[in-house]
């Protein structure tokens, strides 16, 4: 019996943002805060801010972060690479991640770093791999509707975590299930 890189969009993600974790740690915590995090604004100018949009979902602060966001990755990331093909979820986690950075620079306040809009999105896309057309699936109604409600609970906290985020993740997420199905096993 072998091991095999059964996802590796998924793998490489989750060893890209531990190396990064953990070379942030040995040489000062400088490296996340420059290259792996957006700030609540940004210099048009800058390109190193236009890459920031999309490297921040491979910065986290702590190892729990890191872990809280890649015990989920890693259980549905595999599922969805076999259902959408890798190149597609490649595509969706560099739109989402996009998607999330723009936003939370244009609309928020505050710095974002990590992985946790890349993971709403996975949690409601899976609930998408067995839609047929024409019909909406419970799964994913309930999902929204226990993911919505915690995110709204918890909107209201100053705990430095990132709602928005996760809600404008999980609507990349919808709409990637929506507007591409996957592929039939």
């Known amino acids: 019996m072998r091991i095999s890189y059964n996802a590796p969009v998924t793998l490489s993600f ?32 800058a390109p190193l ?3 920031r949009l999309v490297t921040h979902v491979a910065g986290h602060a702590n190892w ?14 595999p599922i969805l690479e076999e259902k959408y ?33 890349i993971v709403f999105m996975m949690i409601l896309l899976v609930s998408f791999t067995n839609f047929r057309r024409g019909e909406i699936p419970l799964t994913f109604i309930l999902i929204v509707l226990l993911f919505l409600t915690r995110e709204i609970i918890t ?3 100053t705990d430095g975590i990132s709602q928005f985020a996760h809600i404008f993740g999980g609507v990349c997420g919808s709409l990637f299930g929506f507007l591409r199905p996957a592929r039939s096993s």
């Open 14 to 45: 989750a060893v890209l943002s531990t190396a990064i974790l953990v070379i942030d740690m040995l040489t000062g915590r400088g490296l996340t805060a420059g290259l792996f995090s957006v700030g609540p604004s940004m210099s048009f100018a």
């Open 85 to 117: 093909g890798t190149l597609n979820i490649t595509v969706m986690i560099l739109i989402t991640a996009l998607v999330t950075g723009l936003l939370n620079v244009l609309f928020l306040s505050t710095g974002l770093m990590g992985a946790s809009g």
């Open 49 to 51: 801010d236009y890459l």
């Open 64 to 77: 729990n972060h890191l872990m809280g966001n890649f015990a989920f990755i890693l259980l549905l990331g």
């Open 155 to 157: 909107a209201v906290d």
